[in-house]
């Protein structure tokens, strides 16, 4: 567990937003990593995503690196963030883009803002 505990603590020190998820930011493999990518791609969110079904050892690694039983999670500056339904609710309430502005993550505010107008 050691290497895959290296390689997390390195993805997430080296890029300011990552994604752990089943499948890529092009391609999710399941309704959770798709809709936490599709909000990050739709704000124009710069991430790293890290597909946790290519790597087992990732895949079980995140989960305990995180203290949290599920995918996607997703890290801001080294700090983990969340899972869908935080992300979710999060967007919704305006948290994300204050976490966002915060640790001078560029994103779209107006794609953000449609988001909520959509959901309101």
């Not at 092009?26 to 990593?33: I, L, N, R, V, W």
Request: hydrophobic content about 35%.
């Amino acid at each position: 567990m050691t290497d895959a505990n290296t390689q997390i603590k390195e993805t997430i020190t080296s890029n300011d937003v990552v994604l752990f998820m089943k499948g890529t930011k092009e391609m999710p493999q399941c309704g959770f990593s798709s809709r936490v990518a599709g909000v990050l791609n739709y704000m124009g969110v710069d991430f790293s995503d890290v597909n946790v079904l290519s790597d087992e050892g990732i895949r079980q690694g995140i989960k305990d690196f995180s203290n949290w039983p599920t995918i996607p999670q997703l890290y801001v500056k080294g700090e983990f963030v969340g899972g869908c339904d935080i992300i979710t609710e999060m967007t919704l309430s305006g948290e994300l883009d204050t976490l966002l502005e915060e640790n001078g993550v560029t994103f779209d505010k107006d794609a953000a803002d449609k988001i909520r107008e959509a959901n309101g």
